[in-house]
Structure formats: C-alpha cells, structure tokens
T-cell receptor, first 112, second 117 residues
Framework: AQSVAQPEDQVNVAEGNPLTVKCTYS??????LFWYVQYPNRGLQFLLK??????LVKGSYGFEAEFNKSQTSFHLKKPSALVSDSALYFC??????????FGTGTRLLVSP | GAVVSQHPSRVICKSGTSVKIECRSL??????MFWYRQFPKQSLMLMAT?????????EQGVEKDKFLINHASLTLSTLTVTSAHPEDSSFYIC?????????????FGPGTRLTVL
C-alpha cells in the first residue's frame, strides 16, 4: 500500500534559519509526491509537487523539496524561515488511483 | 488559479438533525471531487470520492447511508451528514481536480467545521 511518513510531530526553528520538514514514502511504481500547508481552521494550500524530472522541486513561498529515490524521501526545505511560515505541513502521495494519502502532518513553529 | 469554495464555513446543529455541506469549483470543471475528514491535530482521512453523474465511492469504514454524497454537476458536490451525533463533529474538507488541466493536483476548499451538540 502507498504511504507516507512524517517522523516529526513538530519542528522548531528560529526566524532566518534554514528549515527542513521530513517526509519518507513507500509506493509501488513511480511516486507522485506533494507538499501542502494548512493554517488554523483553513483548508490545504498547495506548495509543490514532484511528478518527474529534476529532483529539486521549487514551490510557493520560497519552499523547495528534494526527491531522493534511494532514500525514498521528499523533504521540504526553505533557506530562511519566516515567522509567518508557522503552520501545519502535510506530505502526500498520489496512490495512482487518483487518491491522495497524507502523512500525519508536522507542525512548524518559527520563533522570532 | 483554481478555486474551490465550501459552504458553510461553520455549522452548529443539534444531535439528530441533518447537515448539508456544499463544495464548489469556481473557475474550473471537476468530474471528481473528494471529501476528507480531519480530527483535531490529526491528518486528513479520505471519506469518499465523488464522481459527477454517478455514485460516490466510499472508503472502508465510512457509512454511505450516514454521509450522503451527491455530485450533480461539474462544479458542485454536496455532503450531507444525516442524523448527526456529537462524534460526527469534525472539520470536513473537500477537494477537486481540474478535468482539463490533466494533472494530478487536487485543489482544496477552506473546510467546514461541524459541531454537533
């Protein structure tokens, strides 16, 4: 079965420092991977996706993610965190049946 | 960009009543919409896949008679929680795929918070 794991419930980082939110996946076949962000009481906003091509994917709000096939990872990164980046981040994989399976989410807290 | 709306954003109802939640794709056509449920501090759980003009496909463990889904047009899907109980209180989120875009991307609505007293 397709699945994603987000090993960290929460990530704390100081403003201006680089941030990484981890995601590993388990899929059969080629993975379609996504990152979404959720602010309190809001729906999900799309950040970026990997379908094929370059392993480094650039997305919205300065975020990027690196697809690593050998490590089956798709970590989300940003060179310099902002306080406004504080939110809940979800990694997801397309199961191939047009369904998304989400990770458990990682809460990012960026301190001033 | 593709926009999905949900109505209402919040609803409070009494136990035993039914509640209808609407999901609309505002600027694109969506043959497929998805309904998710999210408990506090938890991930999204797919409830059902809504297909325009046909019956919804429910995930294992989701009661189809309790969560009625209708996808009558290419821009509207509705979720009706029938005979709601306090344990149905949750955040319900819909998403839609743009038929013409040909991508795997889902566009999410802002969610509906249901509180059953």
């Amino acid at each position: 079965a397709q699945s994603v794991a987000q090993p960290e419930d929460q990530v704390n980082v100081a403003e201006g420092n680089p941030l990484t939110v981890k995601c590993t996946y388990s899929v059969s076949g080629n993975p379609y991977l996504f990152w979404y962000v959720q602010y309190p009481n809001r729906g999900l906003q799309f950040l970026l996706k990997y379908i094929t091509g370059d392993n480094l994917v650039k997305g919205s709000y300065g975020f990027e993610a690196e697809f690593n096939k050998s490590q089956t990872s798709f970590h989300l990164k940003k060179p310099s965190a902002l306080v406004s980046d504080s939110a809940l981040y979800f990694c997801a994989v397309d199961t191939g049946f047009q369904k998304l399976v989400f990770g458990t989410g990682t809460r990012l807290l960026v301190s001033p | 960009g593709a926009v999905v709306s949900q109505h209402p954003s919040r609803v409070i109802c009494k136990s035993g009543t039914s509640v209808k939640i609407e999901c609309r794709s505002l600027d694109f056509q969506a043959t497929t919409m998805f309904w998710y449920r999210q408990f506090p501090k938890q991930s999204l759980m797919l409830m059902a896949t809504s297909n325009e003009g046909s019956k919804a496909t429910y995930e294992q463990g989701v009661e189809k008679d309790k969560f009625l889904i209708n996808h009558a047009s290419l821009t509207l899907s509705t979720l009706t929680v029938t005979s709601a109980h306090p344990e149905d209180s949750s955040f319900y989120i819909c998403s839609a795929k743009d038929v013409l875009a040909g991508t795997n991307e889902q566009f999410f609505g802002p969610g509906t918070r249901l509180t059953v007293l």
